[in-house]
């Protein structure tokens, strides 16, 4: 190969790259709005056949477990299983800080987002809410999550998200308990329930116990020193 070839090769290789790192972004996003509107059929396409979500220690596998999440539970318990919106409720997942690493042969890839919940019921609306939930509530997480590209479009392999901290508006996040606990049961003995409950060595408290989330990303000059530090 010659100089030029070699150069139009490595040129073409970060240009594609740039594309892919594009594409998953515009991927998660649009996977923040769908879960906005209460949306698990379109959210579903999003992933992989295979794919997965992690969410309160447990995961929920192939499409029929990520409907099962955003369609019988969620959509559920917001939106009485219907598609949103719905007159006043507010469920805006704001995603943000993304850092996204594509492997070298470009058919898989990991990425890093924070999200931000604000969500609630309007004075008008409080019938459709239910008891168990706080009327007004925030939520922040981050995710760390797997992406493959099938047939040339990036699907999500594996979601995960890991709930930092939860605060019903009222009192703070410094006077709140989160009402969201991780579930205990896995799918059919609960019908809301995940497939697989992580192990005890994985399971994770939510608010106000923190969570460590492990970046797939190294520091460039730090990296491997932080790698090897003990926490």
Request: proline fraction near 5%; charge should be negative; aromatic fraction near 12%.
């Amino acid at each position: 190969m010659s100089d030029v070839e070699a150069r139009l090769a490595e040129l073409e290789q970060k240009v594609g790259v740039l594309e892919d790192i594009q594409a998953i972004r515009r991927l998660h996003w649009a996977y923040g709005y769908y879960i906005d509107f209460n949306r698990p059929e379109e959210v579903a396409e999003l992933f992989a056949e295979d794919g997965c979500v992690v969410f309160l220690s447990g995961e929920y596998v192939g499409h029929a477990g990520v409907k099962r999440l955003y369609g019988d539970w969620i959509q559920g318990r917001f939106t009485g299983g219907v598609p949103g919106p719905v007159n006043g409720l507010l469920l805006d997942h704001f995603q943000m800080q993304d850092i996204i690493t594509v492997a070298p042969d470009r058919k898989t890839a990991k990425g890093r987002f924070h999200g931000i919940l604000l969500g609630g019921w309007h004075d008008d609306f409080q019938d459709t809410r239910e008891e168990m939930m706080p009327q007004q509530f925030m939520e922040a997480g981050i995710y760390e999550n797997d992406y493959v590209n099938v047939d040339g479009i990036w699907k999500i392999k594996r979601l995960d998200y890991m709930m930092q901290w939860q605060g019903n508006y009222e009192e703070g996040w410094a006077h709140t308990t989160a009402h969201l606990q991780p579930a205990e049961k896995t799918f059919p003995e609960d019908p809301l329930g995940p497939d697989i409950l992580l192990s005890a060595d994985q399971h994770r408290k939510t608010w106000p116990y923190r969570q460590d989330v492990p970046m797939h990303f190294a520091h460039p000059k730090f990296g491997a020193m932080l790698a090897g530090q003990e926490k």
